[in-house]
């Protein structure tokens, strides 16, 4: 009978539609896609390429690449195949970098939430805290923590955490900060939302996209840090992953360079695929930043 | 006859391939002759904010740019200037006064370095003698005390003060024309009619041409001497205000003029006999300024001061007032999402104030809330469905039945059923200001309390929104707490109304007694300021069909 029965805007794509098409506006972020789909790929087939132990001796010591074909990419000083080696560190890269970032973002997320929407003592005593674990640098912090609490990866992973939480409670809290005056939260609380409701059905889900950005960050981080615990010799022994294979290969620098350089490279397109990840999540997340 | 100052033919400007149309501004042919006041007026997207970024050439290109016409300036076609001759001219010869005064100046440098800066640009004045004019232009714009002004930072004077000041800023190097982009938009009534009253002052002494933007048509009648609507981008209509005022001849001015408000007041009804459904007893609200260190501390500040009303049944109480009257306050408290320092809300008998929070929960379904921004309102990761049956979800409801209830509401709102698995972001502000509505019934309150639910639509959205209102409260019986700042929103709808200044209430009655013989002063200053008043909208209902 009116006007505003008729005038229905356009039906838009559904949001999922609507998101990917914004991700694959940015070619740099399909390209890192395709670098993590090929981590992916490795972390998965990495059974198939060495079924019973990468730490196994599989050849000569020091078999350069491309000579023999049983080990296409050689060995290291004890004989190890490097390419075994390199698909199965791909699956603890992706481990240590996945949990601890769930981790460090589940931490992060619940203490800027409680921080932001309480404000006064709450967020005094929770903010002091963190502080407390941000004047401390992250990489001294964490040889602590290993040292404490050993070197298995799954202390590994934990310690990483730990030192990374900070950021995103930061993020959490500036965002929570601003949206609890927004009216919707005021809506929401005078139908009667109690506050557990308000933080994590109405506010939370509109704080979350620039943390899901830092994420592929945080991912990032983690990686370098699991890498840079195993290049000092404190990473876990029984397991093969990129950073032992550049700590051992540190001692045959000089004249058996690949033993470190090809790990470094699957560090280097790994990182970078969750930096470029990053941007495309940004710009598919946050369009409005873009849009005017 | 002079040559016109600003000769504007055919101009088109184009908008980035995607957009709803293809030119924000299609053909536009408009003159401004020298001490003349020409009124660009158009509601939101109506393309008359890019008119002045065209003039300026400030539109963000390359996304935005003019496709086709000219804009001569003094004879002068400004789109072929350069850059850099096009930087003399801004500020100089032609200057602009923004909508919102506090963001167009810069908060770290001082009033008077500010004015100071578009002398320094423009003349080759000594600092003595840009000193002395910049104490004379803020005298010119009746700023009391000008010297202290001068030292002043922007956020320390007050609003109408900081439209003085970019007055006397865009006046700096007499320019032949003033741009001024809706320039009391963000003022309260009594300072708009200050700052009309000086442009026009001001524009009579100094002769230049003024372009004023504006989407209400109360200010046109208040200032202008000739009127352009624009429509969508295109020009509808352009005559002497008179004309256009008074015999508007294109469907689309007579539409915009009847849906603005009449300054004519319901019938009183009676409600004496009505239950008292909403109490509020001696309510105190005090904002405690927590000072820093260095700053000591400040001065608290009252923001409501011993409020008593009541609202009875069916009817519809008005709460008005200009900025810092503390009626937004009112309307927190009463829905206690701020907590009153003393004092009772009664809904029904119950003291809302001494709920418990579990108490509270239950009691809320009472009293339910229209806001202000329907798009901040409205949680944007929500559909449409589940915002409206949120309330009744929370309260226990089988969230089916809640759903489909919120469809039948959707349809109560005039919105189509199918709007319910929308998103908030795909419809129009009145649209979403609609589903505020829907959500609000959901839960079947006894008060609805409305704060200020049509000042960010456009006039005709506004109408239809309050027309809407007036029939959801006669079929529904609902009892309403309509919080504005605009009187004539007011007039329609509210039985009676509450007058507040400064926290207090100033004076009280039914809307159509108020109206006609306000006792207090500060409601008679009030309602002196409606702009156009001595203009009454011609009667088009007739044909508006």
Redesign the interface.
């Known amino acids: 009978m009116t006007a505003a029965t008729t005038d229905l805007p356009r039906a838009e794509a559904a949001p999922a539609v609507a998101l990917w098409r914004r991700f694959a506006r940015n070619r740099a972020a399909l390209l890192g896609l395709v670098l993590f789909g090929a981590v992916l790929v490795m972390a998965a087939t990495a059974g198939l390429i060495e079924p019973t132990d990468p730490l196994r001796r599989a050849g000569d010591p020091l078999t350069k690449p491309f000579t023999d074909w049983a080990v296409p990419l050689g060995t290291d000083q004890l004989g190890r195949d490097i390419l075994a080696q390199l698909f199965h560190g791909a699956r603890i890269s992706l481990l240590v970098g996945v949990l601890a970032t769930l981790l460090s973002i589940a931490i992060g997320v619940v203490v800027g939430a409680l921080a932001g929407f309480f404000g006064g003592w709450v967020d005094d005593v929770l903010m002091r805290v963190t502080e407390a674990f941000q004047t401390i640098p992250n990489f001294v912090l964490l040889l602590a923590l290993v040292a404490i609490l050993g070197s298995s990866i799954e202390y590994i992973t934990l310690a990483i955490a730990i030192v990374s939480w900070t950021a995103p409670a930061r993020m959490v809290r500036a965002e929570f900060l601003s949206l609890r005056s927004r009216e919707f939260v005021d809506a929401a609380r005078n139908l009667g939302v109690s506050n557990g409701a308000l933080i994590f059905r109405e506010i939370l889900p509109n704080a979350l996209p620039p943390v899901i950005v830092y994420a592929s960050v945080i991912m990032a981080l983690s990686i370098l840090l699991e890498s840079a615990l195993a290049f000092l010799g404190l990473g876990d022994p029984n397991h093969a992953s990129w950073g032992n294979m550049i700590g051992q290969g540190r001692a045959v620098l000089r004249t058996d360079w690949y033993c470190a350089v090809i790990p470094g490279i699957a560090i280097v397109l790994t990182v970078l695929s969750f930096s470029l990840l990053g941007e495309g999540l940004n710009d598919a997340l946050n369009p409005r930043q873009k849009k005017q | 006859m002079t040559d016109p100052v600003l000769d504007i033919r055919d101009l088109k400007i184009a908008l980035p391939k995607g957009s709803d149309r293809p030119f924000a501004l299609d053909g536009l042919n408009l003159s401004v002759n020298p001490g003349e006041i020409v009124c660009l007026v158009g509601e939101s997207g109506s393309g008359k904010s890019l008119t002045a970024g065209a003039i300026m050439r400030l539109l963000p290109e390359p996304h935005v740019r003019v496709a086709e016409g000219s804009i001569r300036f003094e004879g002068q076609d400004l789109l072929a200037l350069s850059e850099r001759e096009m930087k003399q001219i801004r500020g100089d010869r032609i200057a602009q006064i923004f909508q919102e005064p506090m963001t167009a100046l810069n908060p770290q440098k001082t009033v008077g370095w500010q004015i100071d800066e578009v002398l320094r640009l423009h003349t080759g004045l000594g600092r003595k003698a840009r000193r002395a004019r910049v104490l004379e232009l803020l005298d010119l714009v009746h700023i009391p005390d000008p010297r202290s002004v001068y030292h002043a930072y922007p956020h320390q004077v007050s609003g109408g003060q900081r439209q003085r000041v970019m007055i006397a800023m865009a006046l700096a190097c007499e320019p032949k024309l003033i741009i001024a982009d809706e320039p009391t938009t963000a003022l309260d009534v009594t300072t708009q009619l200050q700052i009309l009253k000086l442009i026009r002052e001001l524009q009579e002494k100094e002769g230049a041409g003024i372009l004023f933007i504006t989407h209400d048509f109360g200010v046109v009648a208040e200032i202008a001497d000739r009127v352009v609507v624009l429509s969508k981008g295109e020009m509808v209509e352009q005559g002497t205000a008179a004309e256009v005022l008074n015999r508007p001849k294109h469907p689309y001015t007579r539409a915009l003029i009847g849906a603005i408000p009449a300054l004519v007041p319901p019938r009183p009804r009676d409600f004496r006999d009505a239950p008292v459904v909403l109490r509020a007893e001696g309510l105190v609200k005090t904002f405690a300024a927590r000072g820093s260190l260095i700053s000591g501390k400040r001065a608290p500040v009252t923001a409501v001061d011993n409020l008593s009303f009541t609202l009875r049944r069916g009817e519809t109480l008005g709460v008005v007032g200009e900025s810092g009257s503390g009626k937004t306050t009112v309307s927190?408290i009463v829905?206690r999402?701020l907590e009153s320092d003393c004092g009772a809300v009664e809904v029904d008998g119950t003291d809302l104030l001494a709920c418990s929070p579990r108490e509270?929960?239950?009691m809320?379904?009472h009293i339910?809330?229209v806001?202000?921004?329907p798009m901040?309102?409205?949680?944007?990761?929500k559909r449409v469905e589940d915002l409206i049956a949120?309330?009744p979800i929370?309260?226990g409801a089988d969230p089916k039945a809640a759903r489909a209830r919120a469809r039948e509401l959707l349809e109560l709102v005039?919105?189509?059923p199918?709007?319910a698995t929308?998103?908030p972001h795909?419809?129009?502000g009145?649209?979403r200001q609609?589903i505020?509505i829907a959500?609000a019934l959901a839960?079947e309150p006894k008060v609805i309390v409305a704060d200020e639910p049509v000042s960010a639509l456009d006039v005709s959205v506004q109408a239809?929104v309050l027309k809407l209102l007036a029939d959801l409260r006669d079929r529904l019986d609902l009892s309403v707490l309509f919080v504005t700042h605009d009187l004539r929103v007011a007039a329609q709808l509210c039985d009676r109304v509450i007058v507040m200044q400064k926290g207090r209430i100033v004076e009280t009655g039914v809307t159509a007694e108020l109206f006609a013989a306000p006792s207090h002063p500060y409601t008679q200053q009030l309602l002196a300021s409606i702009p156009g008043r001595g203009w009454t909208p011609p009667d088009l209902a007739t044909d508006a069909a």
């Open positions: 927190r829905t999402l509270l929960r239950e809320r379904r339910q809330m806001f202000q921004d901040a309102s409205l949680n944007p990761r949120q309330g929370v309260h005039e919105l189509s199918a709007a929308r998103y795909e419809f129009s009145g649209q609609r505020g959500r839960m239809q």
